[in-house]
């Protein structure tokens, strides 16, 4: 914040000013053709965006301190491998099979249809059980002892000694856009970093989402763009009253189960069975699949298939939809995942491939490098040199036991610690539980040392 700025445009751009108080600002604005002074009276806490052309010198002063943006550039300079990353994250979207269903046009037939020839990652798991930790290893690549954001109660900020993936494009000069209101994304948990415009507003519809990414493209379309998109319609408890689409297609007792207060609210992670929230959830993912598709008709609209890469994934599923009540269970961790990529066509990846995986195979989808040490590995269906022979997924939430699961074909592994996770994060690894539950027709690989031994040798990686 400053109460006085002079800008120098160099080449066309936009810029915001933002005035958190009701004092006026004053702009003088000299260019090759005129002269102009007038004061700013927007809205208080609203950005006004300005265009100016190239060669156009801008003073600015207040009485009391105003927001200043930087300069984005209309026109690109340079050319890359695609024109259009768009990251599309869903809160709460677990995998089609975990509702015991084959296909996903059953549920997401817009999707579906949309990613039909790209990659359909059926065997991923996400490395944590709820949105915090999760969603960070998503865009850090890295699990989360390593990049610390694990605390219920801490607000805690991404990438202090690391980038994550939008610093990595706003880098290789794309233009940077997000949009959403999930309150573990928020800006105050450093997810402003590397985005040139950042739009949030807590728990923001999906119709809103999409209004701004299509209000920011009819500015920037000339420009290679990584758009990061947050929709929180699946959550658990938004909206407390279902929207018209969902409710009218919900009978009187589900409605009313959906609706009805519970004298003891239980976190979703620890949410039992519920055959009446199952039935409102495929429905909100059916309500989300027609806003979702205004998107996929926009790029087609807009951009040759060569041009495009899109990822759908989610952070993790519902304990609601099973009996099983751990925290990673399967209808927590397993979750979708969608890559569409050019003309490159997929199919279903049998792999096994984690959260982590999500930051480099974008990147690397994008021709862009990184260089920070990571968890992720690059699936050998989009080019990685092996695949992975099981996944991984953890719980560090202080106050309660460490767990750990290893998901793989010979069967689920499940590792608990004796005594909780202390408030700092300290885990004590002394006589663990270890239990195997094998696949059907298969035999155990793992001994139980050698599930404590692959936990320890993760958790030490920091």
């Not at 359909?120 to 865009?139: C, G, Q």
């Not at 959403?180 to 119709?207: C, E, W």
């Not at 207060?261 to 199952?278: A, E, F, G, I």
């Not at 027709?441 to 599930?451: G, R």
Request: charge should be positive; charged fraction near 25%.
């Amino acid at each position: 914040m400053v109460k006085k700025y002079n800008l120098s445009i160099e080449d066309r751009s936009i810029f915001q000013i933002s005035r958190p108080n009701l004092s006026p600002i004053n702009i003088k604005i000299e260019n090759k053709k005129d002269k102009n002074t007038f004061d700013l009276l927007s809205i208080n806490n609203r950005f006004t965006s300005f265009f100016e052309e190239s060669g156009t010198n801008i003073e600015m002063k207040s009485k009391e301190n105003f927001f200043v943006s930087t300069p984005i550039t209309i026109d690109q300079k340079i050319n890359h491998k695609k024109k259009m990353v768009l990251f599309l994250f869903v809160d709460g979207l677990v995998d089609r099979s975990v509702l015991e269903k084959d296909n996903l046009e059953d549920i997401m037939p817009n999707t579906a249809n949309f990613f039909n020839s790209g990659f359909d990652f059926r065997n991923h798991h996400v490395n944590a059980e709820w949105t915090l930790p999760s969603f960070a290893s998503i865009f850090s690549g890295q699990y989360s002892h390593v990049h610390n954001l694990y605390h219920p109660h801490k607000i805690d900020e991404i990438g202090k000694s690391f980038k994550i993936l939008s610093q990595y494009f706003k880098q290789n000069q794309y233009t940077t856009f997000q949009v959403g209101g999930n309150a573990r994304l928020s800006p105050t948990h450093g997810y402003v970093k590397g985005f040139d415009r950042t739009i949030y507003r807590s728990s923001m519809p999906a119709q809103e989402v999409i209004s701004n990414f299509l209000e920011h493209n009819l500015i920037f379309n000339k420009r290679d763009q990584f758009c990061f998109l947050q929709f929180v319609d699946l959550h658990h408890n938004l909206p407390i009253v279902p929207d018209f689409s969902v409710m009218s297609r919900l009978s009187s007792k589900v409605l009313a189960s959906t609706l009805n207060p519970v004298s003891k609210q239980n976190k979703s992670v620890w949410d039992l069975k519920n055959n009446d929230k199952r039935t409102a959830y495929i429905q909100r993912i059916k309500r989300l699949d027609s806003y979702l598709n205004i998107i996929y008709q926009y790029l087609k609209d807009n951009y040759n298939p060569s041009d495009i890469s899109v990822c759908l994934t989610s952070d993790h599923g519902q304990s609601y939809l099973s009996d099983d009540t751990h925290p990673l269970s399967t209808t927590r961790t397993k979750t979708i995942w969608l890559l569409k990529t050019g003309d490159k066509r997929g199919s279903n990846v049998q792999e096994f491939t984690e959260g982590v995986d999500i930051f480099n195979t974008v990147l690397s989808d994008a021709g862009i490098n990184f260089d920070h040490n990571i968890d992720g590995k690059l699936p050998m269906a989009c080019g990685g040199q092996n695949e992975r022979s099981f996944s991984f997924s953890q719980s560090i939430y202080p106050g309660q036991t460490y767990k750990a699961v290893i998901n793989s074909d010979h069967g689920r592994y499940t590792y608990e610690t004796e005594t909780p996770v202390e408030k700092n994060g300290v885990i004590n690894h002394k006589n663990p539980i270890v239990k195997i539950s094998k696949a059907d027709n298969t035999k155990a690989t793992f001994t139980e040392e050698q599930v404590k031994e692959i936990v320890i040798n993760r958790i030490n990686r920091v």
